[in-house]
């Protein structure tokens, strides 16, 4: 797949150096540096070709991390594993700086000598390499602690190793949505979609089997309910998914649960998107009046459509400004409102607003007399809030551990779930 994987310093030194296939030259390297890290104009795409050669970079502090390659390869999959490499060195020494690659020189190698075959991929899992790749060395292993690698690392369950023990059974369940919307300064809705992920904590002792019900359309129409019953649990549909290496696919396509043996700690278990039936949290509604060439009145007004019982936090509205503006004048319901004029928007904040409640802000701008005659775009209005609570329906129906070995059971095991609902890019044409 790759050719090699070089990084760099600011000044376009090469720390590390590891070539997989002979196809990838000493000359390389010297290209990467010259036409990228001492390129005369900033060099904006990660993905540059020099001479039928690839090289995919991407930058942490003040280091290089490249990727080169001749090969016709996926480029997603190159980036996928570089950011892999930069969790991996993080894991096992913290931040990645000049001084922590030079100390750590050694192991680095080591590392990629696990990581990488023929420029193939292997295992990036850092839970298994730090088994028998230690900050040290190598350990000497004994017999049973190699069979234990051995099975870890060739077998099935590769993201958990058995033995795990905790004095209270405990499972953390964040779903966490970010919505994307789009609306015209009528109210109509011009797109809108759902991104979401499912973050999940475990602390569980042995091996144990989890089972994971959603309240999805194709999970619950396989039930055998009918259309009209699965409408009335709220049910949603899920555009697509996808899933930690732990979920157990064949399940999920045959009985529609999410059956899987969680990795120990933290990580994370589901991503999906959902376009339909979306609980948009709020409305702004803006009128814009303009009072001849020197003089713009604005007024906006937000309104919550959630419970009344719930509380929304971290409210953040911008509204922008002409380039052209030389003052303005504020007046707020709630919150505090304030002019910046190096970002060329008014912000203004609110910590916390109920469900079913609305605010407004009325702002005066005077505006500065140019000889352009070019009418202002007026950007949208964007909005930054966090809601207690899933904005595309999305529940968990239930959530079951099974472990046969230990002495106990799903009762036994203290669950928590909790939903938060964020703003992702949340626009209102103005």
């Known amino acids: 797949m790759i050719g090699g994987l070089f990084c760099y310093n600011h000044k376009g030194e090469v720390l590390i150096s590891r070539v997989f296939r002979d196809d990838i030259g000493r000359n390389a390297v010297d290209a990467f540096r010259v036409n990228i890290i001492h390129a005369r104009q900033q060099v904006r795409s990660p993905v540059t070709n020099i001479a039928r050669t690839s090289f995919f970079h991407i930058k942490r502090s003040n280091l290089w991390l490249a990727a080169v390659t001749k090969q016709n390869v996926n480029a997603s999959m190159v980036f996928e594993f570089l950011l892999k490499v930069v969790e991996i060195f993080q894991n096992y020494f913290g931040k990645i700086s000049e001084e922590n690659v030079k100390n750590n020189f050694v192991l680095i190698y080591e ?6 075959d023929f420029g193939y991929p292997q295992n990036t899992d850092s839970g298994i390499l730090k088994t028998f790749i230690t900050q040290q060395g190598v350990k000497s292993a004994t017999k049973e602690e190699q069979a234990a690698i051995t099975s870890q690392v060739t077998g099935q369950i590769g993201w958990r190793k058995e033995g795990i023990k905790y004095r209270r059974n405990e499972l953390f369940l964040d779903v966490m949505e970010y919505v994307n919307l789009l609306m015209s300064p009528q109210g109509q809705v011009l797109s809108a979609h759902v991104a979401g992920k499912i973050q999940m904590k475990s602390y569980l002792s042995g091996m144990p089997e989890c089972k994971f019900g959603i309240n999805d359309k194709i999970a619950m129409d396989s039930k055998g309910k009918p259309a009209e019953e699965s409408k009335t649990k709220s049910a949603i549909a899920i555009d697509d998914c996808q899933f930690h290496q732990c979920v157990k696919l064949s399940k999920f396509e045959t009985e529609h649960s999410i059956s899987f043996i969680p990795p120990d700690g933290e990580h994370e278990l589901m991503r999906y998107r959902t376009t339909k039936d979306i609980s948009l949290p709020f409305r702004v509604i803006p009128l814009v009046r303009e009072v001849g060439r020197s003089k713009l009145e604005v007024k906006v007004v937000v309104k919550s459509s959630f419970k009344p019982s719930l509380l929304a936090q971290k409210l953040e509205i911008r509204i922008p400004t002409p380039l052209n503006t030389s003052g303005v004048q504020l007046i707020c319901m709630k919150g505090k409102a304030k002019y910046k004029a190096s970002e060329n ?12 409640k609305e605010s407004q802000i009325s702002a005066e701008i005077e505006l500065l007399e140019t000889e352009t005659k070019k009418k202002w775009t007026r950007p949208p209005i964007s909005m930054n809030f966090e809601v207690p609570f899933a904005p595309s329906g999305f529940k968990v129906r239930y959530l079951k551990v099974f472990e046969p070995k230990l002495n106990y059971s799903d ?20």
Do not use: F, P
Request: overall charge positive; some cysteine.
């Open 111 to 116: 590392l990629l000598d696990e990581i990488v």
């Open 345 to 356: 928007a008014i912000v203004w904040k609110i910590k916390r607003m109920g469900g079913m």
């Open 411 to 430: 009762h036994d095991v203290i669950k928590w779930v909790r939903y938060i609902g964020r703003s992702g890019l949340y626009e209102t044409r103005c």
